[in-house]
């Protein structure tokens, strides 16, 4: 292709475009279009489940295969009323939030170490690094003959998985600082303990948070596969029971919960960043 | 040496007569001095040889070529770098305003300004005091990020002053800021320095700039200050006194850029 140059611009008006204005906060016509926002998100979803109930109205899908909406929700009742659904949440989630707790400390405690210390870098990270890039399922094995199928193997494995997100994002935060922030505070006497409380950790918090973030989805893949060894309560239980039983519906209403946690634990952590890290922006682009 | 406090912010300035002679330093207190400082980076020597004594309340300004080691003395000044050889005797209380603010972004901007200070009831009023002499009384609250370019680098002057040093070191530090709020900054700068009186080491390319606000000017080339003259004009200085060009043009000379024969860059 050849390069044409442009013709000379005729000395006609130009074309100008007009730039929005910024709208007015919450007026009607903005409720309305809130309303209408919320209904084409909920569209898709509206339908597949519409859809999902017709074909196994219809008989057109076996519940063996795949159980009604209506099905699921029946199971949901059904695991209420003898309160064998709270019982599974609270043993599910005591476990991953011990687990969770005690890797998050574990990683946090050695992100600083060795993103404060050269030491700590020298002795930590190279084995950190490493271990990091073990599949944790592939350790459940191992960590069922160290701790045996009670309580101990399922909070030890999600306390080993835990441990990795936090520790990157914490030595990757605190290593992060702009050096010229630490120097500033060398020039106004703070001491390295000041140093690090005043002007490193608050620096990197965002970073660590967002590990602990991930630390959290973690801890939720690390139930499932912990829970699947040999569950005594929790959800994994009622998912291997109504294996044995052969109920579908109440599979999917134990996998819906999983995902329900997830997204919990997801939401409880972004309130937790929005309230620590009051200084940064909203980083939204639309 | 008496010591500079804030508590005494509220009085005014010392009335001025609109024409002030130059002022005279030789009864003061050392604030600096170097003998025979030396750093090199490698095999280089940045700065070779470098001799100076600055007074209290002595505004002196480094002139120099960009690369020729001013942030490097103003690094040792601040005791942020060590010299290879020599002697460095500065005061315990310095200060340090860099080109950029260098302001925590997780801490609020009267968390900043008293950074170093220890906590207790005293440490809100003295941000609040150094603050409102930038005139940034009401942004007490606000976070780093909120700040123009300008506000942050008063931010940085309040932390600067809040800390009561006696030597106020700044590296460039209006270099970044648009054209009015720097004629703004001379001005508050100035008259700071002029209620504080701390020694000021002020390290700037802009020759301009060096003439207006100080005693002294340096000029630093090849390792060593080649250049030390008194500023010998009345305050405050206009651009257009011919004592004010002629030394502008000396300068110039000595930076190598333009006028006469330069016999150092010869
Ligand atoms: N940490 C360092 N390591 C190596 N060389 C350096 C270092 N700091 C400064 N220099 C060199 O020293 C010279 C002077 O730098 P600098 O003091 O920043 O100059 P200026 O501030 O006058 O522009 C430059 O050539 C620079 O490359
Ligand atoms: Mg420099």
């Given at each position: 292709m050849t390069y044409a140059p442009s013709p000379a611009p005729a000395n006609g008006p130009l074309a100008l475009v007009d730039l929005p204005t910024r709208p007015k906060v919450r007026s009607a016509a903005d409720a309305f279009v809130r309303g209408r926002r919320f209904a084409s998100r909920a569209l898709a979803p509206v339908l597949i489940l519409v859809v999902w109930q017709l074909s196994s109205a219809t008989g057109?899908?076996?519940?063996?295969?795949?159980?009604s909406p209506t099905d699921i929700l029946a199971a949901y009742g059904e695991l209420t009323a003898d309160?064998?659904?709270?019982?599974?949440?609270?043993?599910s989630l005591a476990r991953s939030l011990t687990g969770l707790a005690l890797g998050g400390f574990t990683g946090l405690l050695l992100g600083l170490f060795a993103g404060l210390w050269r030491v700590g870098e020298e002795l930590f990270d190279a084995p950190l690094q490493m271990l990091r890039t073990v599949p944790f399922i592939a350790m459940i094995p191992l960590f069922i003959i160290w701790f045996g199928i009670g309580e101990n193997a399922k909070i030890a494995l999600i306390y080993a998985a835990t441990i990795f997100p936090v520790y990157l994002n914490t030595y990757a935060g605190v290593r992060g600082v702009d050096s010229k922030l630490i120097e500033a505070g060398r020039v106004f006497d703070l001491g390295p303990t000041r140093i690090a409380l005043r002007v490193i950790l608050p620096t990197a918090l965002p970073s660590i948070l967002v590990g602990f973030r991930y630390s959290a989805g973690v801890a939720l893949l690390a139930l499932v596969a912990a829970e699947q060894i040999n569950a005594r309560s929790g959800i994994g239980y009622i998912l291997i029971n109504a294996n044995v039983n052969q109920r579908t519906d109440v599979i999917v209403a134990g996998i819906i919960l999983y995902a329900v946690l997830g997204i919990v634990i997801d939401i409880v952590m972004r309130v937790i960043e929005r309230i620590a890290l009051p200084w940064r922006g909203k980083l939204v682009l639309a | 040496m008496s010591s500079l406090s804030l508590a005494r912010l509220p009085d005014p300035a010392p009335p001025e007569g609109p024409s002030r002679a130059p002022r005279r330093f030789d009864d003061e207190p050392l604030a600096v001095r170097l003998q025979g400082v030396r750093r090199t980076f490698g095999a280089r020597a940045v700065i070779n040889g470098v001799d100076l004594e600055v007074r209290r309340g002595e505004f002196v300004s480094l002139l120099g070529r960009s690369g020729t080691g001013k942030t490097t003395?103003?690094?040792?000044?601040?005791?942020l770098d060590q010299a290879d050889g020599g002697e460095a005797r500065v005061p315990q209380a310095r200060s340090v305003v860099f080109q950029e603010p260098r302001l925590v972004p997780a801490k609020r901007v009267w968390r900043n300004v008293t950074l170093g200070h220890r906590r207790g009831r005293e440490t809100r009023r003295i941000a609040e005091a150094a603050?409102?002499?930038?005139?940034?009384?009401?942004?007490?609250?606000?976070?780093?990020?909120?700040l123009s370019g300008g506000e942050a680098q008063r931010v940085a002057l309040a932390?600067?002053?809040?800390?009561?040093?006696?030597?106020?070191?700044?590296?460039?530090?209006?270099?970044?800021?648009?054209?009015?709020?720097?004629?703004?900054?001379?001005?508050?700068?100035?008259?700071?320095?002029?209620?504080?009186?701390?020694?000021?080491?002020?390290?700037?390319?802009?020759?301009?700039e060096a003439i207006l606000l100080s005693d002294r000017v340096l000029v630093l080339a090849d390792g060593g200050i080649r250049f030390d003259a008194q500023v010998e004009l009345a305050r405050p200085r206009g651009q257009t006194e011919p004592g004010f060009a002629a030394l502008r043009a000396r300068l110039l000379a000595e930076l190598g850029v333009a006028g006469p024969a330069d016999p150092h860059h010869a």
């Open positions: 057109w899908v076996d519940p063996l295969v795949l159980p309160g064998e659904l709270y019982d599974a949440l609270q043993a | 003395l103003l690094r040792i000044l601040a005791g603050l409102e002499e930038v005139g940034l009384g009401g942004h007490a609250d606000a976070w780093p990020r909120t932390r600067a002053l809040a800390k009561e040093p006696s030597l106020l070191l700044l590296d460039e530090p209006f270099a970044a800021l648009d054209a009015l709020t720097r004629i703004r900054m001379h001005d508050l700068v100035e008259q700071l320095c002029r209620r504080h009186r701390p020694a000021v080491v002020l390290v700037t390319h802009d020759v301009d």
